[in-house]
């Protein structure tokens, strides 16, 4: 049994069970349905704790749920800019500082 994903947020855990699920991990939420006592259910510490059953899908696991949270939208490094040194995310083509164009984008 390995945890492999902390949300305070049960929705958000849910549903990152059921992705696990989908994919033939088996997994439970560790914390929600728990015995534990009413006190320690006030701790606002307490998040519940998706976790699979083989300690062999953590690795497996925890790849499908980077994937979910890194929409591909989002590629590579930050490029920087020739013209002010500023950090550029991939996404864009050119400066969001100064404008000046990506280098090595090709105009088309
Ligand atoms: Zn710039």
Redesign the pocket.
Known sequence: MKEVFVHPDPTRVGFYQSVLEEAGIPCFIRGEFGSTSLASRKSTFFSPALCVLHDEDEERAKAILSERQNPPLAQGPDWS?P????A?PDSFGS?W????LRPGLKEE
């Open positions: 800019c013209g002010c040194h500023e550029v400066c500082n100064c404008g000046t």
